[in-house]
């Protein structure tokens, strides 16, 4: 059975950081590419970093304050999130694909003063 379990979300004000967490099971982690993606209130959810077993990518409005990485050894991937903005404010999703793809079930973000 395939789980994604995210963890580490919260509330946090401007400037804060928080760490998210993706605990995986049920397939072959070391293989599977892994995204955090997040969906605001009213918004179309979007893809926020993703990892191969070699490479990261970003989306513009988060680099420089997100890195992601992975521990194939845990079946883990990681966001840190680092000087967080009011609008990084959602619900973010761990995502892995390969042939198929498999969703967490979400953890909320909410940056607030």
């Known amino acids: 059975q395939v789980q994604l379990v995210e963890s580490g979300g919260g509330f946090v004000q401007p400037g804060g950081s928080l760490r998210l967490s993706c605990a995986a099971s049920g397939f072959t982690f070391s293989m599977y590419v892994m995204s955090w993606y997040r969906q605001a209130p009213g918004k179309e959810r979007e893809l926020v970093a993703l990892?191969?077993?070699?490479?990261?990518n970003y989306a513009d409005s988060v680099k420089g304050r997100f890195t992601i990485s992975r521990d194939n050894d845990k079946n883990t991937v990681y966001l840190q999130m680092n000087s967080l903005k009011p609008e990084d404010t959602a619900v973010y999703y761990c995502?892995?694909?390969?042939?198929?793809?498999?969703w967490g079930q979400g953890t909320q973000v909410t940056v607030s003063s």
């Open positions: 995502m892995a694909r390969r042939v198929y793809t498999y």
């Open positions: 990892i191969t077993s070699g490479t990261t």
